[in-house]
C-alpha cells in the first residue's frame, strides 16, 4: 500500500470513528494509489495537446445541493469567460457528487484514477483536511476554498487555501460591528452592547467573536447558545426584549433562524441592527421569508456577488451572465468557485501548456501568484504565506436585504447601496 493510500485510510478510520467532518458515510472504497499514477491527461493526437482537465467534488444531491450546484455554475461560468483554452491549451471542468465525507473521498479517487491531477474544492469542502495531508504524496495540486480553522497544519508543496479562514470571518465580524456601532451609531467600541445568539453547533464561529470583542472593550450583554433541538424561541426573545443591546449577532442555519426570525416578526419585535454572521442568513431560503421580515437586515460573507465593480473589476459581467444562463442571481458561493477558476488561470498563464501536466511546475507558478486586493472578480488578491495559506483573502463584505436583494452596504470602497443603520420600519 501506498504512503498516500495508508494516510488516506488511517484519516477515513478516524473520521468515521469519531464523526469529525459532517456526512461521514459507511467504509471507505479502495483508494488512489500515488505510486502507480495512470498518465495524466491522456495522448495527443496529431500533436495537440490533450485539454488539462481540472476535477470538483461538490455536493450535488442532498441538503447543501443548492451550494453545491453554485459552486459548479461559478466554475462553469469562470471556464466560459476564459473561452475554455489559455495560450492554445483547452481546458475541462470535471464534475462529481460528494454529498458526504465518504462519497468525496470515492470521487476523488475515481477521478484520480482517470488522471486528474488538478482539484479545485467543492461546496462544502467535507474532506478538504484530508485532502491536505494528501497533496504532496500524490502530487495534486488542490486549490482548497474551505474555511476550516485548522485546515493546514503544516508546510505543503500542492496544497493551497484560497479563501479566509473561519475565525477570520468571526473576528472580521465583531470588527466590522464595531465599525458599525461608531459609523452609524455613534458609539466607540467601549460603550457599544452586543447580543449574541448562536446554536451550539456553531460555537466555534461564536468562540472568536466573544475574544475579539473582549480584546477591544465591547460589552456581550447577552451571550445566548442553545441547541439545534430547540424550537421555542420565547425565552431568548424575551431576554432580549427586556435587556439593552445595540447590535444584535445572530450566527443560525436554516430551521432556527426562521423559527427565530418569524417569531420577532409576529411578537413586531425588531432590534435597532440585526448584523447576521452569515450561514442561513445569505442563501435563497432565506429571502423566502418575505421583505417584511428581511428588509433591512444586514449579514456578512466572505466575498459576495453585490459588490461594487470598482473593487472587483469583471464582478458586472459575472452576475449579469450568471443571471442570463442559470436564470438566478448569483450567491457568494458562486462567486468563490469563479474566483478560485480564475485564480487557477493565473497560475496556468504562468507556465507553457506543454508543460501542465508537470504538477510541480504547476505549483511552483501558484506559489509566486502576486495579486494586490481588487484585481480579481472576487475582490480578493492573492499571496500566500509559508503554509499556502492565503493572506490577502482576510476583507469580509456587510450587505443589507431591501426587497428581496442584497446589496453591499459596508465597507465604502465595496459598497454597492448606501445602508439604513438602523432600520427604519
Known sequence: MSKAKRILAVLLSACLATGLFYGCGGEGATQP?????????????????????????????G???????????????ALEHIGGEINGRKIEMVFADGPTQDATLSEFERLYNDGVRVFISGYGCIADRTFATMADDMQALYLSLAWDADLIQGPSTYFFRGGANVDDFSRGAMMQAIDIGKTFLGKDAKDLKVALLYTTRLQ????PMLETAEANG??????????????????????????????????????????????IHELNYRPKVILAGGIFYDTPNFSDLGNEITNGILTQSYTNPS??????????????????EYGHKPLAHALQAYGGMNVYFECLKKVDPKDWDDTAKLAAAMKSLDFEEGKLPWYWGIKWDEFNSNTRAGQMVISEWMDGDMYAVYPDFLRTKDPVIPWEQ
Open 33 to 61: 494509489d500515488a505510486a502507480n499514477p495512470p498518465t495524466a491527461g491522456g495522448s495527443a493526437e496529431d500533436g495537440e495537446l490533450p485539454p488539462l482537465k481540472i476535477g470538483m467534488v461538490t455536493q450535488l444531491t
Open 63 to 77: 441538503p447543501n445541493a443548492f451550494g453545491g450546484h453554485e459552486y459548479q455554475y461559478g466554475a462553469e461560468m
Open 204 to 207: 466555534h464561529v461564536a468562540n
Open 218 to 263: 465591547v460589552q456581550v450583554v447577552i451571550n445566548e447558545g442553545y441547541p439545534d433541538t430547540n424550537k421555542d424561541f420565547m425565552p431568548i426573545i424575551t431576554k432580549l426584549q427586556n435587556t439593552d443591546y445595540d447590535i444584535l449577532i445572530p450566527i443560525q442555519g436554516t430551521p432556527d433562524g426562521t423559527l427565530f426570525l418569524k417569531k
Open 307 to 324: 459588490i461594487s465593480e470598482d473593487a472587483a473589476p469583471g464582478i458586472t459581467k459575472f452576475k449579469e451572465d450568471f443571471e442570463a
